[in-house]
């Protein structure tokens, strides 16, 4: 293997499967200004999806991609398509109700559903295979959570129950199994999908980058490298948002983590598995034709840019799977990225714009193949002006709650105080100074990321990892840092 500490992971090509194994037709850059009803930016699976179902409804759709269509983080996802997404429905029962965690489940089982029946419509050979989910326990302590999740999924209708079988190699305390879930090759799906909105009408441009989204309130008008474009709709489907008028940014949390796609010498477990364990792992298989199969494994997860040691995630990993299966090679590894929402529901709905007619999608959570199947569906709703059972729950609107509560907490404050006020994953230092005005400000330190403390006499945020130090509003009064603490909107 190739587990010694070497400066970059060799096994297998750096690029994922399904980028392997595409030839991807290509598209031109924008050319002229253009004036359409709807303006996607972003060519993944919730452009691509939204843009198919918006061609089919009549709309005149332009799909701007800044790089090639599927690089992004579509293009390396490990494709499970499936409404099991590893502790999920005990939580949302907790926060939002039986009503709450059963919208979540039968948004993800049509968005499911919508791929399967898209597939066997148009005679797609997708390499889709249908196997049973499971999210597995590693010892006794996690199986009362496995236990409630099970009885939480099969409580939203889902086809979910305890297991103690659990096919793998080595010892679990039981799963939560899903029957009938699928993998698939999703650029073979999405391939088609796009070709079928042009064949629809439906525009596609490539290496044509969105700088700038301009609300006029009557229209919006794209600034692009490539020239103008005017549109009456837009989505933003640029994963992480790059329009943001309800700063989002705020409250997502953006995290990676390694995938190798490997073959092994005997049989590759049946099923989709992912354990709960701190650091997850994943399965799942990939077969093509009869000849050849691949195992996919996944796991190593860190937030962004918080990790230095990530050639070694990759080694180990590999070491992780050769423990267990007789490798024979790495045939494949890339790297998966993608942003969680503090309550685990993505944002997608409509953004408070002047036009109120800017819509995005974002936090899939890692969970892309059915949320962003979903978003496209929902966002098309959104936009054609028919009815979506799924719209409030998932609407980014539900944000300006926890800003209420940065209001709330706020108001307690006396003058002279300094506090952290914690807003989902968002850590803020805040300060309510003499006259009453609140000062925020991230709570991460710009040197290397570590949380500030108030320091009450002199009226500033200190840094004790090395001693970095800023005023109320952010600003470096100390090295070594060498930018200021974000400022937080609380609008
Ligand atoms: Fe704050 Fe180094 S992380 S000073």
Request: hydrophobic share 35%.
């Amino acid at each position: 293997m190739g587990g010694e500490m070497t400066a970059q992971y060799q096994d297998g090509a750096h690029t994922s499967l399904w980028l392997a194994t595409t030839t991807r037709p290509s598209y031109a850059e924008l050319q002229d200004r253009l004036t359409v009803d709807v303006a996607i930016i972003g060519g993944g699976i919730v452009g691509l999806t939204a843009a198919s179902l918006l061609c089919q409804a009549g709309k005149r759709v332009l799909l701007l991609e800044a790089r090639r269509l599927l690089t992004g983080v579509t293009g390396h996802t490990t494709a499970k398509l499936t409404t099991s997404h590893g502790l999920i429905y005990a939580s949302l029962r907790e926060q939002f109700g039986d009503d709450g965690a059963r919208t979540y489940a039968v948004a993800n089982q049509a968005a499911m559903q919508h791929v399967l029946d898209y597939l066997e419509r148009h005679d797609i050979d997708a390499d889709m295979q249908r196997f049973p989910s499971y999210t597995y326990a590693l010892d006794d302590e996690q199986r009362p959570q496995i236990e409630e999740e099970a009885r939480a999924a099969a409580a939203c209708g889902l086809p979910a129950s305890f297991s103690e079988e659990v096919p793998l190699p080595f010892p679990t305390a039981g799963a939560v199994v899903f029957q009938d879930q699928a993998v698939y090759h999703p650029l073979k799906y999405l391939q088609a999908v796009a070709e079928q909105a042009s064949v629809l009408g439906g525009q596609i441009v490539e290496h044509t980058r969105v700088l700038q989204v301009i609300d006029e309130g009557s229209h919006c008008l794209l600034a692009t490298d490539h020239g103008l474009v005017q549109a009456a709709d837009v989505i933003v489907a640029t994963n992480y948002p790059i329009y943001d008028p309800d700063f989002l940014y705020t409250q997502l949390a953006t995290h990676m983590s390694y995938a190798l796609a490997v073959r092994v010498d005997g049989d590759i477990p049946p099923g989709l598995f992912y354990s709960v364990e701190e650091g997850f792992h994943s399965l799942r298989p990939y077969r093509w034709g009869q000849q050849d199969a691949l195992m996919l494994v996944g796991g190593e997860p860190h937030k962004t840019g918080h990790a230095d040691d990530t050639v070694q995630r990759y080694q180990r990993l590999e070491a992780w799977t050769r423990q267990y299966f007789p490798v024979r090679e790495v045939a494949y590894h890339w790297a998966t990225h993608d942003s969680d929402t503090p309550d685990g529901v993505p944002y997608i709905g409509r953004m408070t714009s002047p036009s109120g007619r800017v819509y995005v999608a974002t936090g899939l959570k890692g969970w892309g193949m059915t949320q962003g199947t979903l978003a496209g569906m929902l966002l098309t709703d959104l936009i054609t002006g028919k009815e979506n059972p799924w719209a409030s729950f998932y609407s980014p609107a539900r944000v300006e709650k926890q800003r209420a509560q940065f209001r709330e907490e706020t108001e307690k404050m006396a003058p002279g105080e300094g506090k952290i006020i914690e807003l989902g994953h968002t850590k803020l230092a805040v300060y309510r100074d003499d006259d009453g005005r609140v000062h925020a400000v991230s709570a991460v330190c710009k040197h290397r990321g570590c949380p500030v403390h108030w320091n009450a006499a002199e009226r500033t945020w200190d840094c004790h990892c090395h001693g970095s130090r800023y005023d109320v509003d952010g600003h470096i009064i100390h090295a070594p840092a060498s930018a200021d603490l974000e400022p937080y909107r609380a609008r």
